[in-house]
């Protein structure tokens, strides 16, 4: 029996191993039509097979964002590995060590991630989180070079340049990698603003120290190099403000033709703010950040449908800039790294980062769980390996072990931290999943009817449920005019109780439209009695009867 078994299963193999090499093949004709490419242009059939296999690993990447979110691990390992499957060692042997072009790619991927990252941030919830956030990713991001290039130098015998790289690239945390582990445990609103902010903004201090470090010469004094961050740091905010502002009120007092241009006007303004700010020579990354995050909490109109188009484009840029980084490694020659990686990793997670957060939090009187939550949360995802490039373009030597290092060190506590973090929040007590859950609402000018259309999704846990709609006691100038509910729409009396999953339509003339949003919110919040019990809108209600 074991034997016909055997025999049975050979030729199922030989099939397997028969498509993984026509997909290799198919792969490496495309990689040769685009290096065909740089002499002559591309033919229409070589624009099929790029499509195909686009196409192809998109799709195994969406389906492997499942199989991540079961399992606790971020995406990005997932990508790596398809990046890896493809390369020199894998299926697909790719022979790919353009270190340039994974650096422009990253780049521009990386503006993408920070403007989602910002359109996604709430203001009222980052605000009280600024100063922590900005002490992390200015001392914490001074500390953990510190500390992390010191246990590089001493404990794996790198030289004081390689060892400072290290330690800058490293010292990055990446807000997609930690709050794609944690968005099933809702957590108190001072942690996620803080690491939010904190990721948002490190990442501008941490460029210019690479770059710095990976230049030839000496480097500059100490306090020269902090300088020029200052300045960079205050360009780049002074242009992302104005921008986000600028563009927030060009597009509420602008109704487009069309509902799907607002989506690409936030993320064009979003991408001017980056090229703006680096051209002026400040950070390109905070300006972008800061932008989107202004953007962001101005209500803008249709804004679930730019979020959503952001979203898409940020799953998007994390899935090829991985995907190129996983060829851009050769497996087979990181095995002497391994120890070193794993060194100054445990280095750079159990001293560096928790000394960085206690030290920086000091003045704040943040319980000692939230530090223990944000030391363990510090995650590397995207960044650290795109800053790994910088050296290699640069020519430093030694470049390719930063590189692999790096690598190694992403992956392996990547996999450590990653599925524990949940863990950890809720032994530290620290899940709140008693809070309400916000309302979508949706904003469409009606630019000669001087009014706004709000569309309203009632989710799972909104408190609005129950409620009448007389209850919700919107501005004068503002109504409930339709009710879709299981598919049927109706108009709704004063005394139509809400449920969830409802879509309701409000229409709001234009001077109480911010009333008649931050009323539904309020419901949605506090519920009926959202006034007395101090959860606002009732007061912005009584301004929009005024």
Known sequence: MADSCAMGGAPVHASRVSRARRAGTLIRAVIHAVRQGRERPLTVHHLNQLLLVCSLVLLIAVAAVRISSRSGLPSLLVYLAIGIAMGQDGIGDIQFDNAELVQVIGYGALVVILAEGGLGTKWKEAKPALPAASALALGGVAVSVGVTAAGAHYLTGLEWRQALIVGAVVSSTDAAAVFSVLRRIPLPKRITGTLEAESGFNDAPVVILVVAFSTAGPIEHWYVLIGEIALELAIGAAIGLAVGWLGSWG?????????????????????????????????????????????????????????????????????????????????????????????????????????????????????????????????????????????????????????????????????VQGPTLPWLARKLRLGKGDEAADLGIESAPLERLRGHLLSVTIPEGSKMHGVEVNELRLPTGAAVTLVVRDGTSFVPLPTTGLRRGDELLVVATDPVRDAAEARLRAVGHGGKLAGWLGTGGAEGARRGRG
Not at 289 to 295: C, E, K, N, P, R
Not at 348 to 359: D, E, G, H, K
């Open 251 to 415: 597009l509420k007092h602008v109704a487009l033709p069309a509902s799907g241009l607002y989506p690409i006007a936030v993320m064009s303004i979003a991408i001017a703010a980056y090229a703006a700010g680096a051209m002026a020579h400040g950070s390109g990354f905070l300006a972008v950040y800061l932008a989107s995050m202004v953007m962001g909490n101005a209500r803008l109109p249709h804004w679930p449908a730019t979020r959503g188009f952001a979203d898409g484009l940020g799953w998007l840029a994390q899935i090829g800039m991985f995907v190129l980084l996983g060829l851009l490694v050769t497996p087979h020659e990181l095995g002497d790294d391994i120890l070193p990686a794993l060194v100054i990793g445990l280095v750079l997670t159990m001293v560096a980062r928790p000394l960085s957060v206690v030290l920086c939090l000091v003045p704040f009187r943040v319980p000692w769980q939230e530090q223990a939550l944000m030391s363990w949360a510090g995650l590397r995802g995207a960044v650290p390996i795109i800053l790994a490039t910088i050296p290699m373009v640069e020519g430093v030597a030694g470049s390719h072990r930063i590189f692999n290092i790096v690598f190694v060190l992403v992956v392996v506590y990547t996999l």
